[in-house]
């Protein structure tokens, strides 16, 4: 489930935002959306990019500093 948009608050400023609107201005306004189709696996990864890229980059974060850490001790000892 994809997250929802803010809602805009903003009121708008263009040039035409002062004009009353003429006959032509009132036809209605037809927006045109694709759905994207996904898979199982693609649709997942949509949903939890975010949160495997971060789990993942902290995962090798300690793998590294604990590899570094046992060839430390290895020296050493």
Do not use: C
């Given at each position: 489930?994809?997250?929802?948009?803010?809602?805009?608050?903003?009121?708008?400023t263009g040039e035409d935002a002062?004009?009353?609107?003429?006959?032509?201005?009132?036809?209605?306004?037809?927006?045109?959306?694709?759905?994207?189709?996904?898979?199982?696996?693609?649709?997942?990864?949509?949903?939890?990019?975010?949160?495997?890229?971060?789990?993942?980059?902290?995962?090798?974060?300690?793998?590294?500093?604990?590899?570094?850490?046992?060839?430390?001790f290895r020296i050493l000892l």
């Amino acid at each position: 489930m994809a997250r929802k948009n803010k809602k805009r608050t903003k009121r708008y400023t263009g040039e035409d935002a002062r004009t009353p609107q003429t006959p032509a201005q009132s036809q209605p306004v037809v927006h045109h959306y694709e759905a994207a189709d996904r898979g199982a696996v693609g649709q997942w990864w949509f949903d939890k990019k975010r949160t495997v890229k971060i789990v993942s980059g902290a995962t090798g974060i300690v793998v590294l500093v604990g590899w570094l850490l046992f060839e430390l001790f290895r020296i050493l000892l």
